[in-house]
């Protein structure tokens, strides 16, 4: 059913109703007795998701409730495809041929073949500006001001997750582990990775078989922030324009864009993360595994990871890995399009009820039990509340609760409660944070990548076969520049300047 079939149901409705409300009486003395307008059966969508904490198995009974409240709010239901970071871009690519059995929504999310820019570069995601207009525009007027990281040529295809952008660079810590060495003062007040090394040796002269640090085939590198020097305060920033290659560095002030392999932070940072490696510190399953770091420490197989967080990150962090952590800031991330276009959700390209996807979404974007219900679950079986934050019912935690998703994947964030430690007023501070931001000079740009899809596809292809190696620190000075080579070849150059012209236009016309 594509829109004209949503539309005429609409129009039936109220059709009947129009028909039903001019018929009137013929004495003061007779009975009415019109026959109720049958609804219309609810359209059905399809929506994959990605599943970080692995609880989609257990989310039938969510499902099935949140299809009774969105049934009789805008008369749609959605089939849910949970999967986790292992299978879910590889289902979601290999649904969009023709013929194949298409999804009508998606979560977009950083990085490879599932990330904003590849699947728009792919032609993979619906143009929804329209749709926006005629059923999302609540929605669209929550995220006005950011639509532009979803956007290329100033057409809309996705909608960012409404959270708080402004992000930081964090590393997180077990504190039972600090608390056993008595070093967690000193974790908290450390400046310098001189300091943090001396922790993870530290952690391994006392526990040899735990890894001081675990990542997903990155232990070191968050997109536009580069941990190249010494001091966390002399950290670079940068607005990497949406780049899921790991190609670009733009510089703010001149708006000139070069080859990031070659920028000496990236390569001071990518020699940190190989002195780890020689020293023992890295969980050895970093170079391979698609679990999120948070998984990994909440099974009991590393010690710290370096994460994006958020305003609330020891109370979200001890919640998606159990244990009671200590997190410690290397600084704030500019918030660019590449931030807010991490996480959101599009419409696939061969979506078989769009307008009934956008209108469903739209009715989620808007509705706080909806939100809470979609990912803290159903309340005292999944979670309870107490003094305005929800929390895990007594006996169960993150590991054993039977659903619980991240925050950030979907939706608004903002009409979810507080997780519990957080605060009440949790939601309204991050929100303060979100507008007091530090904002790239790009933000809103978004390049249109169309035209180098057989370059951006043999990009990835380089970065699949290298990168593990490169950001996991288990690699040679010839394979670093075996790396460096292949990307050249694969047509980095090419990219870098058609994004630089498209850039330039996009300063010039405003």
């Known amino acids: ?6 539309t005429v149901l609409a129009l039936i409705v109220l059709a009947f109703a129009l028909v039903l409300s001019s018929c009137a009486a013929p004495t003061p003395t007779a009975q009415a007795t019109a026959t109720p307008t049958p609804k219309p059966p609810p359209t059905e969508i399809k929506f994959i998701i990605y599943d970080i904490p692995g609880k989609g198995v257990n989310a039938q009974p969510i499902v099935d409730k949140l299809n009774e409240l969105s049934e009789e709010a805008v008369n749609v239901t959605v089939k849910m495809t949970y999967l986790g970071s292992a299978d879910y871009a590889t289902k979601l690519t290999t649904s969009f041929p023709a013929g194949a059995d298409g999804y009508d929504l998606c979560t977009v999310v950083p990085g490879g073949p599932a990330s904003f820019g590849t699947l728009a570069a792919n032609g993979q995601l619906l143009d929804i500006t329209d749709l926006l207009d005629e059923y999302g525009a609540d929605m669209k007027e929550l995220v006005k001001d950011y639509i532009g990281a979803f956007s290329v040529a100033g057409k809309a295809y996705g909608v960012p997750t409404y959270r708080n952008f402004a992000a930081l660079t964090s590393i997180i810590m077990r ?25 993870f040796a530290a952690v391994k002269a006392a526990n040899p078989t735990l890894p001081a640090i675990a990542g997903n085939r990155n232990v070191i590198y968050n997109t536009g922030f580069l941990l190249g020097a010494d001091k966390f305060a002399d950290s670079k920033i940068f607005d990497p324009l949406g780049d899921a ?3 670009i560095y733009s510089d703010q002030a001149t708006g000139k864009l070069s080859f990031l392999p070659e920028n000496a932070d990236w390569k001071a940072m990518c020699e940190r993360a190989r002195k780890w490696q020689t020293n023992g510190w890295v969980n050895p399953d970093s170079i391979t595994t698609t679990d999120h770091v948070d998984t990994t420490m909440k099974s009991g197989l590393t010690f710290s990871s370096i994460q994006n967080t958020e305003l609330g990150a020891v109370s979200a962090k001890t919640a998606a890995t159990g244990y009671d952590v200590v997190v410690v800031d290397f600084g704030k991330v500019i918030l660019s399009s590449g931030h807010v276009n991490k996480f959101g959700t599009g419409v696939p390209i061969n979506a078989s009820e769009p ?22 679950g159903i309340e005292n079986t999944d979670y309870v509340v107490a003094d305005g934050m929800a929390g895990y019912p007594e006996g169960t935690d993150a590991k054993s609760v039977k659903y619980h998703e991240m925050e950030f994947v ?39 990548l169309a035209t180098v899809k057989n370059e951006i596809a043999a990009l990835q292809a380089v970065n699949d076969q290298y990168r593990p190696q490169i950001l996991t ?15 050249k070849t694969a047509g980095a150059q090419t990219v870098i300047d058609l994004v630089q012209s498209q850039l330039d236009a996009w300063k010039a016309a405003k």
């Open 1 to 6: 059913m594509r829109k004209t079939t949503f």
């Open 175 to 199: 504190k039972d582990i600090l608390d056993q060495l008595g070093l967690t003062e000193k974790a908290k007040a450390m400046t310098s990775f001189t300091e943090l090394e001396e922790i």
């Open 245 to 247: 290659q790991y190609i």
């Open 355 to 376: 307008e009934a996807a956008v209108s469903w979404l739209n009715w989620l974007y808007t509705t706080k039990e909806a939100m809470n219900l979609l990912t803290w």
């Open 410 to 448: 979907w939706g608004n964030q903002f009409l979810l409660l507080p997780w519990k430690g957080a605060g009440a007023d949790f939601r309204e501070v991050s929100l303060a944070t979100l507008k007091s931001a530090p904002i790239s000079t790009f933000l809103g740009f978004t390049a249109n």
């Open 473 to 487: 620190g288990k690699y040679t000075d010839e394979l670093y520049a075996e790396f460096v080579a292949a990307l």
